[in-house]
C-alpha cells in the first residue's frame, strides 16, 4: 500500500486522479492503528512523581493514566522509544461543525509538556498519545542555536527539535486536550503541538504523523507567533489533521491555526473536517512539496496577510498537485484563500468570505465555489497574477457584493481579474473563464470579467476592454503587499 500511495500522490494530477490520490492519502492514513507495538503494561497515578512516570514511560509498551491531575513539575515527560500514553475514556459530546467541545479529560498533565525526543528506528514504530489533557502554562523549551542565540518558546507536546534525526517511525495523537498558554513576552511564540526538526536521515523512511478529534488552544498575548499546530522541516509519508477543534486565541497577524513548513518529495498532506478559529491565517502551507488535500473545513478568522487558506510550494518542476475542496471560510478582513506558486490543483465547492488570490498558478481547474461578501476592498474576488492552462467554471458570486467594471474599464471591483504579477513576468495566459448565469444580478461577464492576459477564452467577454487609469497602480500595490508578506515569512521561517 505505502509503494502504490507514493506512485498515485507523485502523478501529475486532474480533477479525477486528484480525487483518487486523496482517498489514497486518506485510507492510507487512517491504517496507522494497525501497526501496534507491544511490552509491559503500567498503570501511573496522580500521586507518582514525575521520574516514577518517566521510569514507566522508558520502558515502552502502554502506561495507563488514572483520574487525576499529574504535576510535571515545570519540566517535561520525555519519550525515547515506542510506548503508548492512554488516559481514561473522554465524556461529552464534540461538533466539529459547530465548534462546540463539551468533553471532559480525567487524566489532566499540567506544569510542563511532553517532549518525544526520538521514534525509532523502525518504521512500525509508534508513540500514541490518546484521551490525555496536556497544558502548558509558561514553562519554557529553549533551543540553543549558535550564533543567533536562545530562543524560548512555549509548547504543550513537543515532538523532537533542532540537531534531532528520526529515522522512522509514527506519532499518533488522538482525543487529546492540548492547551499552551504564553506567560511572558520573552517567549518567542507558543504553541499547541509543535514538531520541529532539520529533516530526516535521506534514505530513511519516517512514516505517519497523525492528529485526530483533538482540540488545541493557545493563549498568548498580543504579538509574537502562536500556533496551536504547527510542523517545520519535518519529513513525512504521510500528515494527517482530521476532526480537530483548533483555537488561537492572541498573537499576531501571523498567528496560524496549522502552519506547516517544509517537507519531503513525495509527502501528503491532509487536512480535513477542522474548525479552525484564528486572528491570523487559518492554514498556512509553505514550501512543502507535498501532494495536500485540504475538505471540508470550516474556518473562521479576524484577517490574514493574504489568505486565510495560503500555499505555496516550492519551486521545483513537477509541482505536486492538490485538492480544496467543500470548505467554509469565514475572514472579517482579508482574504479567504491564496495560491501562490502552485500547479494541478482543483478548487471546487469551497464557500468564501473573502476574495481568492492565485499567483503563479497553472493547470488548476476552479469549479462550483461560491463567494460571499468580498471585503477588504479587493481588485476583484478572484485575481490570477499570472498563470496558465487554468479554468474558471460556474462559480457563484451573486452574493460577493461586487460590482463590477463600467463599459470603458473603470470601477470595480468585479468577479476575475487576469493580470501579469510584473513587467518581468508572462501575463495570464489560454485560461478559460466560463462563469455563465453566476453573476451578480444585472451584470455579466462583459461588466465582471477583467483580461490583461494574452489568448485567453472568456465566455461572454468582447475584445475592447480598457484599462481604467488608476487600476495598474492597485495591481502594483497588491504585488507589492505579497512579495512584502512573503519576504517577512522567509525573514522568520527558521524559528517561527
Known amino acids: 500500500m505505502k509503494q502504490n500511495c507514493r ?102 498533565l499540567e506544569n510542563g509538556y511532553i517532549f518525544i525526543s526520538c521514534i525509532g528506528e523502525n518504521a512500525t514504530d509508534t508513540v500514541r498519545i490518546r484521551n490525555l489533557s496536556v497544558i502548558n502554562r509558561g514553562v519554557q523549551y529553549v533551543i540553543h542555536a549558535p550564533p543567533w542565540g536562545d530562543f524560548p518558546y512555549t509548547v504543550a ?47 530513511s523512511d519516517p512514516e505517519v504523523l497523525s492528529i485526530r478529534r483533538c482540540h488545541l488552544k493557545v493563549i498568548g498575548l498580543t504579538g509574537g507567533d502562536n500556533d496551536p499546530l504547527k510542523v517545520v522541516s519535518s519529513r513525512y509519508e504521510i500528515f494527517e489533521a482530521v476532526e480537530n477543534i483548533i483555537e488561537a486565541t492572541a498573537g499576531s497577524d501571523w498567528c496560524t491555526g496549522i502552519d506547516m513548513r517544509f517537507g519531503a518529495i513525495g509527502d501528503s498532506i491532509l487536512i480535513r473536517d477542522n474548525h479552525i478559529t484564528s486572528i491570523g491565517f487559518g492554514i498556512g ?22 489568505g486565510c487558506i495560503t500555499i505555496r510550494h516550492p519551486n521545483i518542476d513537477p509541482l505536486p498537485g492538490g485538492i480544496i475542496s467543500g470548505n467554509d471560510v469565514e475572514v472579517k478582513d482579508g482574504e479567504a484563500m491564496s495560491l501562490l506558486r502552485t500547479s494541478n490543483y482543483v478548487i471546487y465547492d469551497n464557500v468564501l468570505t473573502g476574495a481568492m488570490i492565485l499567483k503563479v498558478v497553472d493547470n488548476s481547474h476552479f469549479e462550483g465555489n461560491r463567494f460571499r461578501d468580498v471585503n477588504g476592498d479587493p481588485l476583484a474576488a478572484v485575481i490570477l497574477l499570472t498563470g496558465e492552462n487554468n479554468s474558471f467554471v460556474r462559480n457563484d458570486y451573486r452574493d460577493s457584493g461586487v460590482a463590477g467594471w463600467n463599459s470603458d474599464g473603470s470601477g470595480g471591483p468585479g468577479c476575475v481579474l487576469l493580470a501579469p504579477l510584473s513587467d518581468k513576468w508572462p501575463p495570464p495566459v489560454n485560461n478559460l473563464v466560463k462563469e455563465n448565469g453566476g453573476f451578480p444580478r444585472g451584470t455579466n461577464a462583459k461588466t465582471q470579467v477583467l483580461d490583461l492576459g494574452v489568448n485567453n477564452r472568456v465566455v461572454g467577454h468582447p475584445a475592447n476592454h480598457v484599462l481604467a487609469p488608476g487600476i495598474g497602480q492597485r495591481i502594483q500595490e497588491l504585488r507589492q503587499a505579497i512579495e512584502d508578506a512573503e519576504a517577512e515569512m522567509e525573514a522568520n521561517e527558521l524559528f517561527n
Request: proline share 4%.
Open 157 to 203: 507536546i513537543l515532538h523532537n527539535g533542532i540537531g534531532w534525526y528520526e529515522e522512522g517511525g509514527n506519532l499518533e495523537i488522538s482525543d487529546c486536550y492540548i492547551e499552551s498558554e504564553k506567560m511572558a513576552e520573552v517567549d518567542q511564540g507558543t504553541y499547541g503541538f509543535w514538531s520541529l526538526k532539520t529533516g530526516g536521515v535521506p534514505g
Open 7 to 108: 506512485a498515485v500522490l507523485g502523478k501529475k494530477i486532474g480533477a479525477a486522479s486528484a480525487l483518487c490520490a486523496f482517498a489514497v492519502a486518506n485510507f492510507c492514513g487512517i491504517g496507522v492503528s494497525a501497526l501496534a507495538g507491544n511490552g509491559p503494561v503500567n498503570d501511573a497515578y496522580p500521586s507518582d512523581s514525575l521520574a516514577t512516570i518517566q521510569g514507566y514511560v522508558n520502558q515502552g509498551g502502554t502506561v495507563n493514566f488514572h483520574p487525576g491531575t499529574y504535576d510535571l513539575e515545570g519540566s517535561w515527560l520525555e519519550i525515547t522509544r515506542a510506548v503508548d500514553l492512554v488516559g481514561p475514556e473522554v465524556e461529552g459530546t464534540f461538533d466539529t461543525q459547530s465548534g462546540a467541545d463539551s468533553r471532559t479529560w480525567s487524566a489532566m
Open 285 to 306: 502551507i509553505w514550501d512543502t512539496p507535498a501532494f495536500v488535500a485540504v475538505e471540508y473545513n470550516i474556518l473562521k478568522t479576524d484577517g490574514s496577510r493574504f
